[in-house]
Each structure stands twice: as structure tokens, then as C-alpha cells.
């Protein structure tokens, strides 16, 4: 697979989906309409066309080369294709939101330059647009359903982590973790396997590609955890430990905190300061008590068993495989 | 039709729909089971059950009655009638947020009891659960994906409309109005009319109720406008001309200043000042240009032609006509 961008789609496919993604764009108010083109990464906060920088369009990536293993042309995952990336934005849009993140791809989140009632409404018109890609075909549109509620209840999930301890009674458990972001990662991109093969008209597979979609996505989410902490601010756009500043609930620490050595117990000691000091020693004790390690093991845990499903049902699926290795690869 | 609260439901109805809407919210995380109960009405903010206010259940009545109205059993419809009372959830959760408005139905709306990302959030999972309602019923589901576009492309109308001036160059014309009303109100009532006949085994009968269920969104909207500047504080529980105040863009205000006469002219110099006599006189206005009997008679011809479709197309559908009557003759 020619990729423009790492884990991202070849220049064939962006000749697919761009054209049908700005169609289905394209019928919303000319407010809603700027706004969503913004939240895509087409245009600047004045509406003026910003070229090269879609995003890595990754889930309908996997929609289009689902379908393409079961033999059908890509193109008749395209409706698939464009659902899950317009969720997607809809998901970005409304995270933002919730995390009063203000930036998002190296530029103000779409709250930061239109407000939230804007944000939230542009996320709301994204999300409509994509249930009506799907929702004549009920062979794919049960999957996409499905992904929306796990989107939301790993959201809910991800959010009532933040009230809950790091350890002793209540802690968040490693099972929980996954959890979470089979949904709230997992999710989308299994409706995007799902959807992709069943468009191209292997329904029966769809289950299965329903879950490796969501062990890809806590592959995923364990990688960006990673990323989260030790990643490149320049490459991944966010201050470096920027996960560990904010106590966020993340694999690496949780996996350490588990460990239960020396390292494990001075990291639950030095976890919540949030000075510069503090945060770079967690990070250090972090990788000391294996944390990074183990997420890392982990996520290919994850990784190996979605390849089991293409094994075993996809074998001649070289693109697809490709894709997920790239999962686990990335750099941002 | 037994009506428990005007334009509401019967008895019978609520037995059918309570606890399938129940069953629908069961699903979700705990945290957010919590917030969708309060929205729905079944809880206080504490989590304690509270009866008798599920709201009017306007919607799902259309549905039901619907399918009834083309000889099937009220439940084939039930799916339906969940559907769009969930969205109507979704979407006042997310006008409140919108719209900064803090209080709904004599209650602290949803963000101002738990904050705007868990109110955000909660709507989306409504959402999320509505569609799945349908995510397998081809013949309805693109109704109600419809709904969620008008609904969405409505509320950006609206928003805009708050931008543009009263007269003048740009000025929103009563055309306008109707399409956007048509849209953001209609749009949920023509769903559940026309997925209640396709569920009833009527497929071939629902463009026809879309077309009735918009214009009796725009008849329905208009009645909203006339009780949010008339009606009683008691029981619309909004401030007496509370959208005179807020220079809501309201069909009474615009008919009457579209008359272009003597009153006409005052009102035009008058609006925009929120001071309690200079809202009080605007009131008197607009009734002296005839812009509340204009928007009553409006709301009339919009009524009449959605009874004009039961007329020629389900003849026989007397409960459905009383509820339509209803919508237009209700106090709050």
C-alpha cells in the first residue's frame, strides 16, 4: 500500500472518499457546511481551502480494504467509508468539547474557533450526515449503530475514570481499561470492518471483523497512551508527558501501578504533582516499573489476535494486515 | 382519546412506550443511565425517581396513532415511537446547551445540573440509542435519518436568523421561517408519522406523512412563537415575552412587521430594547399590526393541510386528527 501518510490511506483511495465526503457535506447550511469543513481539515477558521491535510482517514480505510478482501471493488464500501470518518469528526468535535482541548491537529479545536454551541451543533450535523450513508442498508447500519453506542458508553467510562483512584478500592483495572477502549476506540473501527465486509457482500463475516475492529482499537488506544506520554510533541501536536500533567487514566501508568515493585510504589507517591520536576520522574518511574514495556506488549497482544481473525477468515488480506501493523507502528 | 396532559398521550400509549424507553436507556453506563433518567423526566438530579411528568410524548403519539391509522396494532410502531422521543430528548439536551438556556420544564436543564460535556454527552448517547432503535428496519430508518439532518440544518437556520437584521437588506423573510420551523420542528413529527405507516405495514403512505408531519411542525412552531410571548408564565414556565426579550426571530414579530403599517413602524423602532416597558409596549404592537392574528391564522392553514393529507389518505384516522387539532389548540 502506497501511503501518503503513516497508517494512512493510499492516494487511490483519498480519489474515492474526498469527493464523496465533500458531497456529503455539501448539503448542510452554508454555516454548518464552513464549520465542517474546518472540522475535516479542508479549510482554515475563514473558510479559505487548506490542501494535504485530511487526517489519516484510517477508518475508512479499513472499510474500503475490507471490502476489497472479500473481492468486492472499494467502492461499494464507500457509503461505510464516508459514516465512519464523518463519525469520527463528529467524535473529535465533540471530545474537544468535553476535554476542553483546545488544539487538535496543530490548530484551535472547532470549539476554540467557533464556540461550543457551534462545535456542538457542526458535531451533531457530521453525525447525521453519516447515519444517512447507511441508513438504507441494513445490512451495514446495525454496525454503525452499535459503534455510536460504544463510542459513547467508552466515553462515559473514560470519563468516570478520571473521579476514580489510581489505587486501592476502586482503582481502574487493566480489564477495565480494555474495556474502554474497545469502545471508545475499538468501536468505529470495527463498524468499519464490519460494514466493509458486509457491503461487499460477505454479511456473514461481519461479526468476526466486528471484533478484530475493537482489539485493533485497544491496540490503538494503548499506542496512543504510549504516544501520549513519551511521543514527539512536533509529530503528535500535544506537549510531551501531556497525558501524565493531567492524571489522565492511561495503560502505561496503570500497567506500572500494577507491577507492584519499588518504582510502582514511589510512582503512586509522586502522581498527581503536576510541576515539571514531578512529571518527568513519574514518566521515568513509569518506564522504570515496566509500564511502557508492558503497554507495549500489550497493544501487540491486541494486534496479533485481530490478525488471527484475518488468518483465519481473510488470509489473502495483505493490505488490510498492513494497515494494522501500521496501527502499532505510528509515530503520531 | 384519553388524554392524561393536553396533547399527550393516552394511558394505554404510555403503558406500551414507558417501559420500552426504560428498557432503550437501561443500556447505557451507569453515570450516563443517570443523566438521560433526569432528561427523560423520570429522576431528579439525585438520581430519586419522580412521576407523572415523562412530558407530553407528542411524538411517539404520532407514531403509534400512525400505525394504527393503517390497520396495524400501536406496537409494530413502538420502535418508532422510542426512536423519536429520544431524539427529542438529544435535541433539547443540546439546545440548552446551544442556547444557554437554563431551565426546562420548571427544572434545571440538563447542563446546569451536570455540566455542559455530561449534557453533551448524555444527547449523544439519546441519539445513539434512537437510531439503533431502527438500525434495522430499512423501511423506516431513512425517516428518521431525514429527521436528524432537518433537525440539524434547522437549528443552524434559527441560529443564523439570530444574526440578521429585523427589516431591511438580509432581513428573514416569513418563507424562510416556514423552511426553517419545517425543518427544526417538523422535521421529528414527519418522522414519526411516517415510520409509524411504514412500520404499520404502509410504506407506500409515508412520503405522504413526512409532507404532513413537516407542516404540522411549522403549525406547531408558530403556536410555540405566539405562547412564548403570550403565554402564562405559570405553565409554559418561561418569563412572560421571554422571546420578545431575547429578539428571538418569532413568526407574530416578523407577520407584524412585514404589515408595513402605522404599528408596523413602531414596533420596528421599539424592538431590541429589553427594558420592561419597552418589551411590554412591543407586545401591544405586535397585536395592533395583526401580527399575533396572522400568525394564528398561519398556523391554521398549516394544520388544515396536514389534516388535508389524513382527509384524503387515511380518512378514518379520527384519534391522529384530534392530536393534530390538539398541537395547535394546546396552552403550553
Redesign the interface.
Known amino acids: 500500500m502506497n501511503l501518503n501518510h503513516p497508517g494512512g490511506v493510499s492516494a487511490r483511495y483519498r480519489r474515492l472518499l474526498d469527493p464523496a465526503l465533500r458531497e456529503a457535506v455539501s448539503?448542510?447550511?452554508p454555516?454548518?457546511a464552513r464549520m465542517a469543513a474546518f472540522a475535516m481539515g479542508w479549510a482554515d477558521v475563514d473558510g479559505r481551502a487548506r490542501f494535504g491535510d485530511g487526517g489519516k482517514a484510517l477508518r475508512p480505510a479499513i472499510a474500503l480494504l475490507s471490502a476489497e478482501a472479500v473481492g468486492a471493488p472499494a467502492e461499494s464500501a464507500l457509503p461505510a467509508a464516508v459514516a465512519v470518518e464523518l463519525v469520527h469528526a463528529f467524535s473529535l468535535a465533540?471530545d474537544d468539547?468535553?476535554?476542553?482541548d483546545e488544539l487538535r491537529r496543530h490548530r484551535d479545536a472547532l470549539w476554540k474557533a467557533y464556540g461550543?454551541?457551534?462545535a456542538?451543533?457542526t458535531g451533531?450535523?457530521l453525525?447525521?450526515?453519516a447515519?444517512?450513508q447507511l441508513?438504507?442498508?441494513?445490512e451495514a447500519?446495525?454496525y454503525?449503530?452499535?459503534a455510536?453506542?460504544e463510542?459513547?458508553?467508552g466515553?462515559?467510562?473514560d470519563?468516570?475514570f478520571e473521579d476514580r483512584p489510581w489505587q486501592g478500592p476502586g482503582e481502574v483495572t487493566l480489564d477495565e481499561y480494555a474495556e474502554m477502549a474497545a469502545g471508545k476506540t475499538g468501536g468505529l473501527l470495527a463498524a468499519a470492518a464490519a460494514a466493509g465486509v458486509a457491503l461487499g457482500g460477505a454479511p456473514e463475516l461481519a461479526d468476526r471483523m466486528w471484533g478484530m475492529g475493537r482489539d485493533l482499537g485497544v491496540a490503538f488506544q494503548i499506542v496512543d497512551d504510549i504516544l501520549g506520554i513519551w511521543g514527539d510533541p512536533l509529530v503528535t501536536g500535544k506537549p510531551v508527558y501531556s497525558d501524565l500533567r493531567s492524571e489522565k487514566k492511561t495503560l502505561p501508568v496503570l500497567a506500572a501501578l500494577a507491577s507492584g515493585g519499588q518504582a510502582a510504589h514511589e510512582l503512586s507517591d509522586v502522581l498527581g504533582a503536576t510541576d515539571e520536576d514531578s512529571v518527568r520522574h513519574a514518566a521515568r518511574l513509569v518506564e522504570e516499573a515496566g509500564g511502557r514495556e508492558r503497554a507495549r506488549a500489550l497493544a501487540d497482544r491486541y494486534v496479533s489476535s485481530a490478525l488471527g481473525v484475518l488468518d483465519e477468515f481473510l488470509p489473502d488480506a495483505h493490505e488490510l494486515r498492513a494497515l494494522c501493523h501500521s496501527l502499532v507502528d505510528r509515530v503520531n
Chains 1, 2 share one sequence.
Open positions: 448539503v448542510l447550511h454555516d454548518g465533540h468539547i468535553i476535554d476542553r461550543v454551541g457551534h456542538l451543533l451533531d450535523a453525525l447525521a450526515l447515519v444517512s441508513a438504507d442498508r441494513p447500519m446495525p454503525l449503530s452499535a455510536l453506542i463510542l459513547v458508553q466515553q462515559s467510562a470519563m468516570a
